[in-house]
């Protein structure tokens, strides 16, 4: 069954950001562009390379009014240790939230039961609280900061712009199609 349009439940975890604990809702996403960037666990292989990218991209994704909301099913004391230990977590500035009953995960249908982790999944979701577009890759895949940012964009231009489509590879500035045209050098 496709998430797409399926509205955020409402949630409340704990989180950890800037070296503090806080609480994060779904109240704090509405109202500005989102990514729910879903990772098995904390102290893996793969996940601090995804992080790092995503911190290294975190200002573009601001910079669009999108904040970035990473998450695995770890506690957020756990979080707080690797960001002790680890000189790449500790360059991470977006809320890093904990998930550790796997209700988010559930919620996403990202949630791998018999390990109690979750898949790699990202998820766009807009101002109103639903997502626009979502990735789900194996375990063993990084996913591109850089895509995902473009495909945000994507979706903001769309939204912005209801009656245009971007085409594959469109990049902000490019050229876009309209639905019931003649689409033939419409690019």
């Keep these: 069954m496709s998430m797409i349009h399926k509205e955020v439940s409402d949630f409340s975890v704990d989180a950890f950001q800037g070296n503090a604990f ?3 809702t779904r109240a704090d996403i509405l109202g500005k562009w989102s990514v729910f960037f879903f990772y098995p666990a904390d ?3 793969v ?3 995804e992080l790092e990218d995503l911190q290294n991209r975190y200002n573009d994704f601001r910079a669009i009014g ?3 909301y990473s998450i695995s099913c770890d506690t957020h ?3 707080k240790a690797w960001h002790d230990i680890s000189r790449t977590i500790q360059k ?3 809320p890093m939230l904990a998930d550790p009953t796997g209700v988010l995960a559930r919620d996403f ?3 791998i039961e018999e390990s109690g982790v979750a898949e790699r999944g990202d998820f766009i979701i807009n101002p109103e609280g639903k997502i626009v577009a979502y990735e789900v890759l194996a375990g063993n895949v990084g996913r ?3 895509e995902i940012l473009r495909r945000v964009q994507a979706s903001q231009f769309v939204a912005e712009h209801g009656d245009q489509v971007c085409p594959a590879q469109w990049q902000p500035g490019g050229g876009t199609l309209k639905p019931g045209l003649d689409l033939v050098g419409q690019l």
Excluded: D
Aim: glycine fraction near 4%.
């Design 22 to 24: 806080k609480t994060v």
């Design 43 to 45: 102290f893996t292989f």
């Design 47 to 49: 996940c601090p390379t």
């Design 66 to 68: 999108c904040e970035i």
């Design 77 to 79: 004391f756990v979080h």
């Design 92 to 94: 991470i500035q977006f």
């Design 109 to 111: 249908e990202v949630m």
């Design 144 to 146: 591109n900061a850089g």
